[in-house]
């Protein structure tokens, strides 16, 4: 089953406004009743990173994140959805993610937005090299296992 909608999915070098996506996410909608959105930021780490290098396979990366907004949509009835992913340096502070969720209700909105990050994480293809704050170039990131648990509860959940 295909969502009622088409989700807006970018991947980007630039930043992104998150008023200016949402405004364009309900603009001319009154079907909508809540928009639950999400920015992921660029953490310095307690002071040891500058930046987070993002790399990913054009192509690939947003149809991966379509399919992935695809079982979203499946799951809750959702009126809309914007995805816009980052690559290349990110700075300590800046945003690198953002998923706005928007549906009649609360819940599904939440929920849609959770499982969409959730995915991102963990089957998006991107990945995250550091740049140290002291100037040199760190290595790749490992996945994380929290990650992987935080999509395996997917599993066993019933949207309401």
Known sequence: MAPAFEPAIRTQRAAFDIAAETAALTAGRSDIGAVVSFCGLCRDEDGRLAALE????????????????????????????????????????????????????????????????????????????????????????????ADDEAEARWSAFTPR
Do not use: C, N
């Open 54 to 145: 993002l790399e990913h396979y054009p192509g690939m990366a947003e149809a991966e994140i379509g399919r992935i907004a695809a079982q979203a949509g499946d799951r809750w009835p959702l009126a809309g959805l914007v995805v816009v992913h980052r690559y290349g340096v990110i700075a300590a502070g800046e945003a690198i993610v953002l998923v706005a969720a928007a549906s009649t209700h609360r819940q599904a909105a939440f929920e849609a937005a959770s499982f969409m990050m959730d995915f991102l994480k963990t089957r998006a293809p991107f990945w995250k090299r550091e740049h140290l704050a002291d100037g040199t170039l760190g290595g790749w990131v490992e996945a994380a296992a």
